[in-house]
């Protein structure tokens, strides 16, 4: 379809809605998925089948990026539409303190447009197992939503089979609760878990809010651990199969201490075996939710809604896997900060965009589409133009922030730079993306490199005071 016939598409849909039926909007997001474990994406063992239909009939977004690495402000910062170093939102917190009563979140602001608002399980953060074990509210936003609703499950706690591969080497632990990899191959059904009850709920609404415009936010929890899903899950990824990723000795000589991430092959004392069953484990907790999925994506076709629903799914940041050795999220190589996401819009072609797009764009994008006003003070950028031009370039760089807000990442076409503290006293990482993807070789301190360094150390400068800045053109700091 030519791009100046999809532009005038989109115009007429959008002023038809407009006069007509306001576009819904579905928001699908997983927990701690990391784009390497989707098969629409480079994955050729983890099978995710009901997001990889959804890839086929959206845009896919293949150099998506979380703006922190951890649960907490990565949420408050697409559902704000602000940088975590805007609003100082860190560590596992939502942030609506920092965030501030004036300004209207992502779903607040359709609810003041005239829709039913409802969030289903995580949104905003939620402590994964604590919150989900008690059927709690986490850190969530009343403000933004017309109903709530939680999705209590037994988590670690669950009946059937469990082991725990995280600092437990000789096994002797069969499980433990916590932010920790206990695995559980699980008795009974999809519905016995928080996943399950999840789409269940989100089914309900779609059926019982179909003749109404509704902003449905689902959150899966899975594969955050522990990695609970139930037995069957487990069946197609027997971990003696496992390939794990290479090894390279002394592959952490030539990056500084902070970038060596948090949790580790070896302070987590895994052995081989145990890093195998973990992302077996891993890999059947991403089957389970995708299979959640499914469900609540053939329901929305089963009522009539897919030609006036705006489907959107993405995860609040990825997961290491045993890459350098490294485990869980906060780094910011690559496996922990870049995200699936994949948007579709009724009567927009199937499509692959490779620019550089962050999570908070959400947020205006999704307003632009549904014919809502938003700030003109949000950070995020509109991605409606790659609906037309799948070339078009929304950013030439990506900008994320980690280890409360004093490590930085800067990702371009041909380079990932990482900055610990603003002064670089913490070090600093420089990969070339191109003929080092996987991140091996810190060419930070090699003097060929030394105008490339300076270029982004000058670049990272620029993007902080641009950030920091308010509503009122104030600097925060």
């Known amino acids: 379809m030519n791009r100046y016939v999809v532009l005038i598409f989109v115009f007429f849909w959008l002023h038809s809605k407009s006069q007509d039926k306001k576009p819904n909007v579905l928001f699908i997001i997983s927990d701690d998925l990391t784009t390497t474990a989707v098969s629409a994406y480079e994955n050729k063992v983890c099978k995710t089948p009901h997001i990889d239909q959804l890839a086929s009939e959206g845009i896919r977004y293949t150099r998506a990026y979380t703006q922190f690495p951890v649960c907490g402000p990565s949420r408050a910062s697409f559902m704000s539409g602000y940088y975590p170093s805007a609003t100082t939102t860190y560590g596992y917190v939502s942030g609506r303190k920092n965030i501030g009563p004036e300004r209207k979140t992502w779903s607040q602001l359709f609810k003041e447009n005239g829709y039913y608002t409802a969030r289903v399980s995580k949104i905003f953060h939620m402590a994964v197992p604590l919150d989900i074990e008690t059927g709690s509210d986490g850190q ?10 939680n999705s209590q499950g037994p988590e670690w706690k669950a009946k059937g089979d469990a082991e725990l591969v995280q600092n437990n080497p000789d096994g002797s632990i069969e499980r433990k609760g916590g932010n920790v990899m206990t695995i559980v191959k699980a008795d009974g059904s999809d519905l016995m878990h928080s996943d399950g009850k999840t789409a269940e709920q989100a089914i309900a609404l779609i059926k019982s809010k179909k003749n109404e415009p509704f902003f449905l936010a689902v959150g899966f929890v899975r594969p955050h651990v522990p990695f609970v899903a139930p037995k069957s899950y487990f069946t197609p990824y027997p971990y003696q199969h496992i390939a794990l990723p290479k090894k390279l000795k002394n592959d952490w000589n030539d990056i500084p201490e902070r970038g060596i991430n948090y949790v580790t092959s070896f302070n987590g004392q895994m052995s081989i075996q145990q890093q195998k069953k973990a992302v077996a484990a891993y890999y059947a907790s991403v089957s389970y939710m995708d299979a959640q999925i499914g469900k609540v994506l053939k329901a929305l076709k089963d009522e009539g809604l897919e030609d006036n629903t705006i489907v959107i799914f993405t995860s609040d940041h990825g997961f290491h896997l045993g890459e350098h050795d490294f485990w869980m999220k906060v780094s910011l190589h690559e496996e922990s900060v870049r995200v699936p996401l994949i948007i579709k819009v009724p009567g927009i072609k199937p499509q692959v965009c490779h620019s550089f797009v962050e999570l908070l764009d959400l947020y205006p994008s999704i307003s632009e589409l549904a014919g809502l006003k938003y700030s003109k003070h949000l950070q995020g ?3 409606v133009k790659t609906f037309s031009n799948p070339e078009y370039e929304v950013r030439d760089m990506a900008f994320s922030v980690s280890q409360n807000g004093n490590s930085f990442l800067l990702r371009s076409d041909d380079w990932a730079f990482i900055q610990y503290n603003e002064d670089a006293s913490g070090g600093i990482e420089l990969f070339d993306m ?17 105008k490339t360094v300076t270029f982004f150390k000058n670049e990272l400068k620029k993007k902080l005071k641009k950030v920091r800045t308010n509503d009122l053109g104030i600097a925060y700091h």
Request: proline share 7%.
């Open 140 to 149: 969530d936003d009343a403000a933004s939503w017309t109903e709530r609703f």
């Open 381 to 383: 950028k509109s991605l």
């Open 434 to 450: 191109k003929h080092d993807p996987k991140q091996y070789t810190n060419l930070a301190h090699d003097p060929e490199y030394t």
